[in-house]
């Protein structure tokens, strides 16, 4: 093989539609000019040799793994970061034999470009690098392995604003035109506090009522208004909308009203709720407001998004 291969993608954030998307909801996602590398090299003794590095260039995971627990995994149902990177490197191996019929091994590392408690795609990064390297459909691998609707794929794969559907069970991928003239009004503040998709996606489907149909032309309307907002305030007036309307479904309070309740502008979940970032739009700047509160990591539009080349 050559001597180094490198892949990119891009991070995520889910603006509309959480949880519903999983349904059939259009939801808006933006990619972010944040995201994940993945360096493949030549190495020893049909064994990978793995090293995952955070942004700030310490090491997360480091651990060798053998062709042969790859081609048959054992004690996989024990949750642990090797036991994850095996199950998607064995769903691979099932995609694509090839990659582990030789006589050498790999060195494979991982860099991210944003710390990774942030929460923008550590896993749909590496699920669609592996897939850009392999040669393989990135949305399947992701199916086979975590499961998900796989808007993090899609926004992985593009570097400007997408609407992202599931139609009979298969991703409808559409750039949008998504440049707000009043961006400078939008900021994405980090809530310290990392949430599990996997656990929030169970309480959901446990949660949601029978009339999903509703809820999801309702969700897909507040979507068409936010990529069509005029201006900053048409956005905050859908936005509130959203989270009313989300909140009802989940049968959990806003985020502004359990955390934000004295603020100004509007608030947003993003993903899975209550972990993450949110969404803020406000008409002055809200950095001393989060800083007050003790969220100091405060991105503006421009620093977190990817603009589009349109």
Sequence with gaps: MDTKKTFYSNGKLLITAEYLVLDGAK???LPTK???????EEGDYQEIK?????????IWFEEEILFSEIKEPKNTEIESIKNTLIQILHEAYLLDHVFLNQEKGYKISTELTFPKKWGLGTSSTLINN????????????????????????ACAQNDSPITYQLKHGKPKVETVHFQPNYADKIYFVYLNKKQNSKTAIAKYQNNKSGDIEKDIAKIDKLTHEIIHAKNDT??????AK???????ILETVTVKEKLFSDFMGEIKSLGAWGGDFIMVVSEVSPVTYFKSKGFDTILPYKDMILESSK
């Design 242 to 248: 959203h989270e009313a309307t989300m909140s009802h």
């Design 50 to 58: 793995w090293t995952s590095y955070d942004a700030d260039g310490s």
């Design 234 to 239: 048409a956005l905050a007036h859908a936005i």
């Design 130 to 153: 592996m897939a850009q390297w392999l040669k393989i459909d990135a949305f399947e691998l992701l199916n086979n392995s975590f499961g998900g609707s796989g808007y993090d794929i």
């Design 27 to 29: 939801a808006l996602a």
């Design 34 to 40: 944040f995201g994940q590398n993945l360096i493949i």
